[in-house]
């Protein structure tokens, strides 16, 4: 969340302040503002995800891990692209020293990998899981356990 964060503030900020030798900062402009739209969304999309994995974690005592897993999957995926489409917005300054991004991405990169990773270990680990027998795919919205 924190990455992503970041990586928009900046993105934002740049974009309100940079001009690009026109008459108004370029978060005015249809494409900007589209790029700052979808890095919003994924953040704030990510955002719930956390929340709601945390809160069914509490509800089921720590037995649940289904929203943990696919929280990290995604969070950890938005994280990389959020980044990368502030890199997008802000071009070849993106890599300067002025800018935060290059640090950010290279944390951003590590998320789907740290830990055993998004392929090798989770996504396999929720494969297993969809093909339990008597799998209920509204359990986790509903901050109810699988059947065992």
């Known amino acids: 969340m924190g990455v992503m964060r970041a990586a928009f503030e900046a ?12 008459p108004t900062p ?3 402009h249809q494409n900007v503002g589209t790029i700052l739209v979808d890095m919003k969304a994924r953040l704030e999309a990510a955002r719930y ?3 709601k994995a945390c809160d069914y ?6 037995a649940g891990t ?9 969070s950890s995926e938005a994280a990389v692209q959020v980044v990368y489409d502030a890199m997008r917005l802000v071009g070849i ?12 991405l290279r944390d951003a990169l590590a ?12 996504r396999p680990y929720l ?22």
């Open 49 to 51: 995800l956390t929340w």
């Open 66 to 74: 289904e929203m943990a897993v696919l929280t990290k999957i995604f």
């Open 111 to 122: 998320y789907p990998l740290f830990d055993g990773g998004n392929v090798g270990v989770r």
């Open 57 to 62: 974690f509490d509800r089921t005592g720590g």
């Open 26 to 28: 370029i978060v005015e």
């Open 93 to 104: 300054e993106s890599y300067t020293e002025t800018q935060p991004f290059f640090d950010l």
């Open 127 to 148: 494969q297993a899981l969809f093909a339990t027998p008597g799998y209920d795919p509204l359990a986790a919205v509903d901050n109810r356990l699988q059947p065992s």
């Open 11 to 22: 993105a934002l900020a740049f974009a309100t302040a940079e001009r690009r030798g026109g």
